[in-house]
């Protein structure tokens, strides 16, 4: 890596050197050369060129196009760089373009793009089997936070419903240059082959999820007064809740029965 780059704190730019840990998280993924893998911010391209040794089918999405020298020995390699926003991208017109077998996201994230990037994939519908994500280690138990706890949200009910989460290890600062002054988890997000809950009417189960959770101090009676209030209260009467429950207090499976008999 050329240390007279400009490194921008803007973008996250902490690139990783610990060759250990670039192994690790390429590992991770059990990618062939039939499969597909997305990189989010290739940055110098340190773990693209692991992945290209895998497969060619390799799409990066880089923000800075200032990393363009340094990443085109891997566009010639065989990488598909493309240079913006991810979080502007219209990743499924992309990927139509490539027959593959299983597609992997792979992504050392910035920390203030990691959850807008999660709320992407799952948005968007990306037919994705597997994602590796490094992310800050205080973010990592947000993604699997059990209900009751103060990391539970919307967010951690829409992971759970497609994907199954596994840490799968931690990352110390002193891996990266320039050091950032956090460590970092890896994480693993796996397809289920099942959704977590069966729920009649799916947008609905978004909608309604997404809505108890709008104002974090507020009740269900609140945060639901444009739903049926008296099939959400016969609902919650079952579970010994009432509408003045909060929606942390509120799991997965009962939000599935919450929205069955909404539906
Ligand atoms: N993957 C490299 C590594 O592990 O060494 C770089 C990781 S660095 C933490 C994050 C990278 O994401 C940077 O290259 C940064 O420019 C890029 N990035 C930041 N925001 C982005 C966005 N919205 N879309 C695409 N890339 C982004």
Redesign the pocket.
Request: hydrophobic content about 50%; aromatic content about 12%.
């Given at each position: 890596m050329d240390k007279n780059f400009n490194f921008?704190k803007k973008?996250?730019?902490?690139?990783?050197?610990d060759e250990n840990i670039?192994n690790k998280?390429v590992n991770s993924c059990e990618v062939n050369d039939k499969d597909l893998v997305i990189?989010?911010?290739?940055?110098?391209?340190?773990?693209?060129e692991k992945l290209l040794e895998k497969t060619k089918k390799v799409i990066c999405?880089?923000?800075?196009t200032d990393?363009k020298d340094l990443l085109k020995p891997l566009e010639i390699n065989g990488a598909n760089i493309i240079y913006?926003?991810?979080?502007?991208?219209d990743v499924n017109k992309v990927i139509k373009e490539y027959k593959y077998n299983n597609l992997f996201i792979i992504?050392?994230?910035?920390y203030y793009?990691t959850t807008p990037?999660i709320n992407k994939i799952i948005d968007d519908k990306l037919p994705v089997n597997k994602c590796v994500f490094?992310i800050q280690k205080e973010v990592a138990d947000r993604f699997k936070a059990s209900v009751g706890t103060k990391q539970y949200n919307s967010l951690s009910i829409f992971i759970d419903y497609y994907f199954e989460v596994n840490k799968l290890f931690d990352v110390s600062r002193n891996s990266?240059f320039p050091v950032?002054n956090v460590d970092s988890t890896v994480i693993s997000l796996e397809k289920r082959s099942h959704n977590k809950v069966n729920v009649k009417n799916e947008d609905l189960f978004f909608k309604l999820v997404r809505d108890a959770f709008k104002f974090k101090r507020k009740t269900i009676k609140n945060n639901l007064k444009n739903y049926n209030l008296n099939i959400v209260e016969a609902v919650l009467k079952k579970y010994n809740m009432s509408l003045q429950t909060r929606a942390e207090a509120i799991s997965i499976e009962i939000f599935k029965e919450l929205v069955d008999a909404l539906s």
């Open positions: 921008k973008y996250g730019q902490n690139f990783l050197k670039l998280i990189e989010i911010g290739p940055g110098a391209g340190a773990l693209t999405f880089e923000i800075d990393l913006g926003d991810f979080l502007e991208q992504a050392n994230l910035p793009i990037i490094m990266f950032p």
